[in-house]
């Protein structure tokens, strides 16, 4: 199969681990990764925080660029559902019902890494070995907009090695949220207090996720507690194997994320 890699914002300038550990992935499996040269942000953080109108280029810039492909990925729930519950809701506010049209169509083309596997590709096990206990974090984009579900934790409990520690109140936000981190700094960090307790309490080497903005917002708090707790993209937990020497472990996530 021949897959567009939709990259984020966040994986281009930040994590660009867990895009190439995508590429890997797919490689590896025997499919065809191809990068559309032309994409660029997604809009939604235009999207989020009410600026509709700044956000129409860009998804008809997104839609430009994804619309020859019959498959699209991204290592993002966040960016996913962005495409699939807002791209075309601007473009018919901003009265452009062509470019809506258009943003259906690559919307229902367009999936989150673990549904790509589970639903498409109809696998779990990737051949993936990552010896370390982990815990998954489930992203509130992708647990309340995508419905992923369960595809995540079916992929890591096919990966040899691994022991998926449960954590609790998984479905509590890390708080995060985007601007939102930024605009209700006091309350974020109360969510994020939160998380990393229940982090912590599982006694996990590694907390994972679908998204590297939750993950950098754990990761930033458990570095400053010097918790010894790494956070690491679950595309670079598929993408490790024996052979390769987990180059998970040398994610630039892995010491706990961002400090600042």
Known sequence: MRVALFVTCLADTLFPEAAKATVRLLERLGHEVVFPQDQTCCGQMHLNTGYRA?????VRRHVRAFAPYDVVVAPSGSCVGSVRHQHA??????????????????????????????????????????????????????LRMLRVGDRP?????????????????????????????????????AMLADKMRHVLATRADVCTAGDASCLMHIGGGLSRLRAGVRTVHLAEILASTEAAGNPADRSPLRTGGVTG
């Open 54 to 58: 700044e956000a129409v280029p860009l």
């Open 89 to 142: 809701t601007v473009a018919r506010r901003a009265g452009d019902e062509r470019l809506a049209s258009q943003a259906e169509g690559v919307a229902r083309r367009t999936y989150e890494l673990s549904e790509l596997l589970v639903d498409v590709l109809g696998v779990t096990d990737v051949g993936a070995y990552y010896p370390h206990r982990v815990t998954y974090h489930p992203t509130c984009h992708s």
């Open 153 to 189: 934790l079916r992929l890591l409990r096919e990966v040899r090695g691994l022991d998926l520690v449960e954590l609790p109140q998984a479905e509590q936000c890390c708080g995060f949220g985007g601007t939102f981190a930024v605009k209700n700094a006091d309350t974020s960090t």
